[in-house]
């Protein structure tokens, strides 16, 4: 019998290259949607003979006891979440609803189901916020910045809570920002290199961005879903940071992309004020030597080669006949 696997936001960016390595390897892969009037599922598009998708949401137990029940998972990846951060800003209640009684609600399914089922979280960077050291580790203190941050700290420890109380597998990954030509063009890395590719095929003139001058560690998605999976793969459920260890600013990702291109960014890029976040997290960086000790997992993909990969990615996309009706993310 093959292993299963279910993953919720299955149709985003992580969860279609998760699907993609757990069918690599064998797995039978399950997937959460929501109802949708307009479903968005271009990310699995060419993965929708290979796996099964049910329908769910995390604002709904019920729905996904049920889809506990019918998949019967042997492992469960909770990608699902409102991810956006500055969108949590305009709806702190439904991120909080979301991303952290979602999780509540997917952890208490898996107690109330089946016990025996292995638990990924997904945790994120932002919730170190203002950071208390450099780099961050799995002991750094939080300090989230947003309300995003703050329901994804949440999230974090009702999935320790749940794990020390009723003895769940249940690990936590601490994703620092993961890019990939599937991003959606709300992330800066993609709107960067969607507006080159635009640019450079005379669709657009300028770029607005914020704070140029943000630091963050940016790897590739396909790198740090292996890791996710590897976290299920060990005899104890534990919390591990994923990230390169390498920092980068906002700038130089433009200047990579605008040159990768061909393109003086200088020309082209326009700060606006209104972009600037009410609170900045300003440094991000991870220290992911537990998970190289105790997983074996390093990134394979770097910052110059994945900045390259999207903007290459977006200059077929929009050079394409149909550009104008495929989706941005």
């Given at each position: 019998?093959?292993?299963?696997?279910?993953?919720?936001?299955?149709?985003?960016?992580?969860?279609?290259?998760?699907?993609?390595?757990?069918?690599?390897?064998?797995?039978?892969?399950?997937?959460v949607v929501r109802r949708a009037s307009a479903p968005n599922l271009w990310r699995v598009a060419h993965l929708r003979d290979r796996i099964t998708l049910l329908p769910a949401d995390l604002l709904d137990e019920l729905s996904l006891i049920r889809a506990l029940?019918?998949?019967?998972?042997?492992?469960?990846?909770?990608?699902?979440?409102?991810?956006?951060?500055?969108?949590?800003?305009?709806?702190?209640?439904?991120?909080?609803?979301?991303?952290?009684?979602?999780?509540?609600?997917?952890?208490?399914?898996?107690?109330?189901?089946?016990?025996?089922?292995?638990?990924?979280?997904?945790?994120?960077?932002?919730?170190?916020?203002?950071?208390?050291?450099?780099?961050?580790?799995?002991?750094?203190?939080?300090?989230?910045?947003?309300?995003?941050?703050?329901?994804?700290?949440?999230?974090?420890?009702?999935?320790?809570?749940?794990?020390?109380?009723?003895?769940?597998?249940?690990?936590?990954?601490?994703?620092?920002?993961?890019?990939?030509?599937?991003?959606?063009?709300?992330?800066?890395?993609?709107?960067?290199?969607?507006?080159?590719?635009?640019?450079?095929?005379?669709?657009?003139?300028?770029?607005?961005?914020?704070?140029?001058?943000?630091?963050?560690?940016?790897?590739?998605?396909?790198?740090?879903?292996?890791?996710?999976?590897?976290?299920?793969?060990?005899?104890?459920?534990?919390?591990?940071?994923?990230?390169?260890?390498?920092?980068?600013?906002?700038?130089?990702?433009?200047?990579?992309?605008?040159?990768?291109?061909?393109?003086?960014?200088?020309?082209?890029?326009?700060?606006?004020?209104?972009?600037?976040?009410?609170?900045?997290?300003?440094?991000?960086i991870g220290d992911a030597s537990k998970a190289r000790t105790r997983l074996g997992w390093a990134p394979r993909v770097h910052f110059r080669s994945l900045v390259e990969m999207m903007v290459d990615a977006d200059l077929v996309r929009v050079a394409s006949s149909?550009?104008?009706?495929?989706?941005?993310?």
């Amino acid at each position: 019998m093959p292993s299963r696997a279910l993953i919720t936001g299955i149709t985003g960016q992580d969860g279609s290259y998760l699907a993609e390595l757990l069918l690599a390897k064998g797995y039978e892969v399950f997937g959460v949607v929501r109802r949708a009037s307009a479903p968005n599922l271009w990310r699995v598009a060419h993965l929708r003979d290979r796996i099964t998708l049910l329908p769910a949401d995390l604002l709904d137990e019920l729905s996904l006891i049920r889809a506990l029940e019918q998949a019967q998972p042997h492992e469960l990846y909770n990608l699902a979440a409102m991810s956006f951060v500055p969108s949590s800003w305009q709806q702190p209640m439904l991120t909080g609803e979301f991303n952290s009684q979602g999780v509540t609600r997917v952890l208490e399914a898996v107690r109330q189901v089946d016990r025996s089922i292995r638990i990924y979280q997904a945790s994120s960077s932002e919730m170190f916020g203002k950071v208390r050291e450099v780099p961050q580790t799995e002991l750094t203190p939080f300090h989230p910045r947003s309300p995003y941050g703050v329901s994804k700290v949440f999230g974090h420890y009702i999935t320790v809570n749940y794990r020390e109380s009723y003895g769940l597998f249940a690990s936590s990954g601490i994703l620092f920002n993961h890019e990939s030509p599937r991003r959606g063009v709300e992330f800066v890395t993609r709107k960067v290199t969607d507006a080159v590719a635009r640019i450079k095929h005379g669709t657009s003139q300028s770029l607005s961005l914020g704070n140029l001058s943000a630091r963050r560690d940016w790897g590739f998605a396909g790198d740090y879903v292996e890791a996710m999976w590897l976290m299920l793969q060990q005899s104890e459920a534990e919390d591990y940071v994923i990230a390169t260890g390498v920092s980068h600013s906002v700038q130089d990702l433009v200047e990579i992309a605008f040159a990768h291109a061909g393109l003086e960014w200088q020309r082209y890029v326009h700060l606006d004020p209104k972009l600037l976040r009410p609170a900045e997290v300003d440094t991000l960086i991870g220290d992911a030597s537990k998970a190289r000790t105790r997983l074996g997992w390093a990134p394979r993909v770097h910052f110059r080669s994945l900045v390259e990969m999207m903007v290459d990615a977006d200059l077929v996309r929009v050079a394409s006949s149909d550009a104008a009706t495929q989706p941005l993310g």
